[in-house]
Structure formats: structure tokens, C-alpha cells
């Protein structure tokens, strides 16, 4: 008998034996049936798996729909198991704990607990509390670079200020203040002294204004400035001949 005697098969059944040769060149032949009973190869059925879905485990259905939040299963002809949930709500939570009843508000009222009643935050934790450290870190660096830069901008300001006054400043001529509020919305200062009229000189954050253009001069006693709304932090200076020291 040849190889080629052999019915060609694409799948073996029980009744098929598998053909060889031992060291002597005897034919071995083993059927399937003998080798699956050696191999203790048993025939596993496939049993059906049905699945279904609940709202409130009452009423069941299959496909899943939306809102949906339990599922049991069953294998075969076998029962079903308990419901499980696959959508977990807090109010629904709460309204199991409460015997299936209660309303959403009553839910919402209940976490707002007592007035008054103190609040336990011994459990409660910043996260990434590295990041947020750094995070303020650098917010306080650079409030404190722009405090700094700003103090040494107000320094040099009246330093430049000062320096322009011992050069302005006469023994006919000298410093008077004003009164009014700088608050980017007042134009009219007043003299804590009379003024002899034309004498005057004014000075915001070391700049010049011109009498009669930038400011007027009113009744020796009061200006009034035409191009320029002081502002908190201006630094006014107002020089004039002391009409009261005549």
C-alpha cells in the first residue's frame, strides 16, 4: 500500500486511525477514539449566555438603553444571578440606604448637614501639593520683583525730583503745598499759602508744566491743571514766591 492509496481528508473523525511506523518498521495504528479515551479528551458543549438590563431591577429587557443601571446574567438553562448595578448614582445610592424612598431635594438637604455643625477637614488633602508649593513660590517672587522694581522707580523719581528743585529753588521762591485729592479725576489744588502771581512752578514725577498751558493760576491761592489728571502716585511739587513772607 502506498501513501497515495490514502483518501485525502480535511478533518478527522472517531472512525480514523493514525498511521506510523516503529523502530523496526512495523505499521502502528491508533485510532481517534482510542487516542481521545487515552488523553482522557472529552466533548465540551457550549452553553448559550443570555444577558438582560434593568432600570429597577424589576423590569428586564434586552438591548441595554440609556439610564439603564443594573444587568443579571444567565448561563444556559441555568437561573439568573442577582442584579448587578453597572451605573452607580449618589442619589440613587442614598435612596436604597433610605428603603427606595426620598426625593432629589431631600438628598440635596442632606449633604448640606446642620447649621452650624463644624466640618471634619482632618482627612482632607491638597492634591499635588508640590505643584501648587511651586506655584506660589513664583507667584510670591514676582510680587516681590514688581514691589521691588516699583520702590526703586518711586526712588529715583523724587530723587530726580529733589535734585531739580536745588537748582530751582530761590530765596524769593519756595515750596508749597497743595491740597486736593489725586484720585485721576480731580484738577483743582489748593495753596497752603498765598502766592504771588507768575512766581509759579509745577512739578509732576519731575516734569515740568508751564503756567498758563498745562495749569492755570487762580486768585493767588489755587491752580487748576489743563493737561494732566493727577493720579495716586504722582509726586507733585509746587514752587512759588511766598506772597505771605513779603
Not at 65 to 70: A, H, I, K, N, S
Not at 72 to 98: F, H
Not at 134 to 154: C, H, L, P, W
Request: hydrophobic fraction near 40%.
Amino acid at each position: 500500500m502506498k501513501i497515495t492509496d490514502f483518501t485525502r481528508k480535511s478533518k478527522l473523525v472517531a472512525t480514523d486511525f493514525l498511521i506510523g511506523f516503529d523502530g523496526k518498521g512495523n505499521p502502528i495504528r491508533v485510532s481517534m477514539s482510542d487516542l481521545a479515551t487515552s488523553l482522557g479528551v472529552t466533548t465540551v458543549k457550549a452553553e448559550s449566555v443570555q444577558v438582560q438590563y434593568s432600570l429597577n431591577k424589576s423590569s428586564w429587557h434586552t438591548p441595554f438603553v440609556e439610564g439603564d443601571r443594573y444587568m443579571r446574567v444567565k448561563c444556559g438553562s441555568g437561573a439568573w444571578s442577582d442584579a448587578i448595578c453597572i451605573s452607580v448614582s449618589a442619589y440613587e445610592t442614598w435612596k436604597e440606604q433610605n428603603g427606595g424612598s426620598g426625593t432629589k431635594e431631600e438628598f440635596l438637604a442632606s449633604l448640606k448637614g446642620e447649621a452650624g455643625a463644624s466640618v471634619d477637614v482632618s482627612k482632607l488633602k491638597l492634591s499635588e501639593m508640590d505643584g501648587y508649593k511651586s506655584f506660589t513660590a513664583a507667584v510670591e517672587e514676582s510680587i516681590d520683583e514688581a514691589v521691588g522694581n516699583y520702590q526703586k522707580a518711586m526712588s529715583a523719581k523724587i530723587a530726580a525730583i529733589e535734585e531739580q528743585l536745588k537748582v530751582l529753588t530761590t530765596a524769593e521762591r519756595t515750596v508749597i503745598a497743595l491740597k486736593g485729592d489725586q484720585d485721576s479725576r480731580n484738577v483743582t489744588f489748593t495753596a497752603d499759602s498765598t502766592f504771588a502771581a507768575g512766581t509759579s512752578q509745577l512739578f509732576i514725577n519731575g516734569k515740568r508744566y508751564v503756567a498758563g498751558s498745562d495749569y492755570l493760576e487762580v486768585k493767588n491761592r489755587e491752580i487748576v491743571l489743563l493737561t494732566h489728571v493727577p493720579e495716586k502716585d504722582d509726586v507733585m511739587v509746587f514752587v512759588a514766591v511766598n506772597a505771605e513772607q513779603g
